[in-house]
């Protein structure tokens, strides 16, 4: 029995690692920031600024990529010029995800790339459901064995087969 | 006989089928949720289907052992591979309820509904119950040769659904995307393809070393039984003669 638990604990280890390394990567690829808090923080290497496309400052050629509006979150809006590829769903009062750079001077955003807002509490609530009971089960099913074999060592009439 | 020395040879290996699931398992999921890149379309929702394609492709890998297990018991009768097939039955169960879960969960945020009467998920839920229902017959009957016979009548007649829920897609016009492997090829790109295939590698062999498990757990089980009824009887029969 004591050799089912090291190998769960090792187990184990390896899970919260690698929920580690998960967790680092959405900090670091990942996680959005409002303009709010980019205004706060003036990051100057490239993030991910997240907010609603204020309406009637949209302007610019959008659909060759090349576009200036404002976008709003948590009360603070922030000029963004956006230079990338045609994007399919840039228009106002859409809520979206600008990659790229603050430029402190001229207190521009330069974005680059659009990306999709994604409810990562789906992503998170799948890999649980769907790998945890398999560990659970499998770890009762595991001790069982190991008990049972106990029991039938143990009872009177055991003799080697 | 050939299947007791298959089952007692590939029981040998029971350690590798573990530490191999659990290999291929961690480094699907590292590549799967930190190295392979978003959908365009679906974006980070996508990483749902690295653990949910899995699940659902051992569920049907299950079902199938099933089957050949109850036509191979009705054939020859093989106490040990009924005994494998009450195993695998639980086993596909809980595969096809985590299937139909984080199917539920990717639904939300793709389709904008948890569930819709669709063809694949119809079929596949249909699935389910023959597994509930193969369980309660299981449970329900004392005799246990009529009880066995019954569960591998019962699995081999829902062998039909298997066929449905593998074209449910191309028959029917369905909200679930057409399948991605087909013998007009894979359409997918590799950066997608990779940890899928060691998300289902690793559920696959996942699946064979709980399946020994189980099968193991349920032979002891019995043998517990079938121990303490002689003991019982043993015990009879001490009080008789004194």
């Given at each position: 029995m004591t050799s089912l638990y090291l190998r769960w604990g090792g187990l184990l280890i390896v899970a919260v690692g690698l929920s580690m390394l998960t967790y680092n990567h959405y900090q670091q690829h990942l996680s959005t920031v409002s303009p709010h808090q980019m205004k706060e923080q003036a990051p100057r290497q490239e993030i991910r600024l997240f907010g609603m496309v204020r309406g009637g400052t949209l302007e610019g050629k959008v659909k060759a990529g090349d576009a200036t509006f404002e976008l709003m979150g948590n009360d603070t809006s922030v000029t963004v010029h956006y230079q990338g590829p045609p994007p399919d769903n840039l228009r106002e009062l859409k809520t979206l995800i600008l990659i790229g750079k603050w430029n402190p001077s001229d207190n521009i955003f330069e974005a680059r790339d659009i990306g999709l807002v994604t409810n990562y509490g789906f992503v998170i609530g799948a890999y649980l459901i769907g790998l945890i009971p398999l560990a659970i089960f499998l770890f009762a099913m595991s001790r069982r064995v190991g008990l049972l074999y106990e029991e039938i060592k143990e009872s009177k009439l055991y003799q080697e087969e | 006989m050939i299947i007791h020395r298959v089952i007692r040879k590939v029981q040998r290996f029971q350690g590798w089928f573990g530490g191999g699931a659990a290999l291929f398992i961690i480094a699907g999921l590292y590549i799967g949720l930190v190295d392979s890149p978003p959908d365009y379309y679906q974006g980070e929702v996508v990483r749902i289907m690295y653990v949910h394609v899995p699940l659902a492709h051992t569920s049907l890998f299950a079902y199938i052992v099933l089957s050949v297990g109850s036509i191979w018991y009705l054939w020859k009768r093989d106490p040990i591979v009924d005994n494998m097939c009450h195993a695998v039955a639980a086993l596909g169960a809980i595969f096809t309820t985590l299937a139909l879960a984080t199917g539920m969960i990717w639904g939300k945020?793709?389709?904008?509904?948890?569930?819709?009467?669709?063809a694949r998920l119809t079929s596949y839920s249909v699935m389910l119950l023959i597994l509930i229902s193969y369980l309660m017959l299981r449970t329900f009957i004392d005799d246990h040769e009529k009880e066995a016979r019954y569960a591998a009548v019962l699995a081999i007649l829902g062998l039909v659904d298997l066929p449905i829920i593998h074209f449910s897609v191309e028959w029917w016009r369905t909200l679930h995307q057409p399948q991605s492997f087909s013998m007009r090829g894979v359409s997918m790109s590799s950066e997608i393809l990779t940890p899928l295939l060691c998300m289902s590698v690793g559920m696959s062999l996942l699946f064979s070393y709980m399946l020994m498990v189980r099968t193991q757990l349920l032979y002891l089980d019995r043998l517990l039984h079938a121990k303490k009824g002689r003991l019982l009887s043993q015990f009879h029969m001490s009080q008789s003669d004194s």
């Open positions: - | 945020p793709t389709w904008n509904t948890w569930w819709t009467w669709d």
